[in-house]
């Protein structure tokens, strides 16, 4: 899977926009750009995934460069429960069934809002 | 419809035992995949099972091992426990649609601490 880099760490104040970046320059034009997030004492979740264009739904949005070589999770304005650690990792959809039940977890970018 | 569910949550042993650790996915996914999650290498694929076979595997020794049953429970295995396999487990199903970019349900975990 191609490599993708996050900050370490972010922080926010509740209520306020937060822009979550990834940058993914090795990235193919197969690979799906996908978000999972792990709150405390729990497993990761799904937030958002794209391809080439920015998508919405109502967790967040994504905003994919048009060189897809980097891209933004966008939390439109973060509550306490958003803080958790964010995972930007890349799936290709050329690799075949057999990568379908694997993800590759980078370090991800430990998110904290402030109240 | 029901979430993941992994069973122990919390388990202590001692070097050298084996644990077997259990899976239940959500119903109607016949993919179960396994990740070990620790402080220092982060979150990390153990294997994939798809319809009762191993369809993936990460780089772990042949100690871990797993199965699933054709109702998609799956269990993990760690012979001879060592101090360094204390970890929090996570399970994950996924509904195979063909597609790379499903996204993936994992559980709460289970804490192994070898002592």
């Known amino acids: 899977d191609a490599k993708t880099t996050q900050p370490n760490s972010m922080e926010s104040n509740e209520e306020e926009p937060v822009h979550l970046p990834c940058n993914h320059s090795?990235?193919?034009?197969?690979?799906?750009i996908h978000w999972y997030r792990q709150l405390p004492s729990q497993g990761p979740e799904y937030v958002i995934h794209?391809?080439?264009s920015n998508v919405n739904n109502r967790m967040a949005s994504l905003a994919i460069a048009e060189d897809r070589k980097s891209s933004t999770l966008i939390l439109h304005r973060a509550t306490l429960r958003d803080a958790a650690v964010y995972y930007c990792?890349?799936?290709?959809?050329?690799?075949?069934?057999?990568?379908?039940?694997?993800?590759?977890f980078g370090q991800g970018t430990i998110l904290t809002v402030h109240p | 419809k029901a979430g993941v569910t992994q069973t122990p949550r919390y388990l202590i042993k001692t070097r050298g035992q084996q644990v077997t650790l259990s899976c239940s996915p959500i119903s109607g996914h016949r993919s179960v995949s396994w990740y070990q999650q620790t402080p220092g290498q982060g979150l990390q694929f153990l294997f994939e099972y798809f319809s009762e076979t191993q369809r993936n595997k990460g780089n772990f020794p042949g100690r871990f091992s797993g199965r699933q049953f054709s109702n998609s429970r799956s269990e993990m295995n760690v012979s001879t426990l060592e101090l360094g396999d204390s970890a929090l487990y996570l399970c994950a199903s996924l509904y195979d649609a063909g597609v790379a970019h499903n996204e993936q349900f994992f559980g709460p975990g289970t804490r192994l601490t070898v002592l």
């Open positions: 090795t990235i193919s034009g197969t690979d799906y």
């Open positions: 794209g391809l080439t």
């Open positions: 990792i890349l799936r290709d959809s050329n690799a075949g069934g057999t990568s379908y039940g694997k993800l590759t």
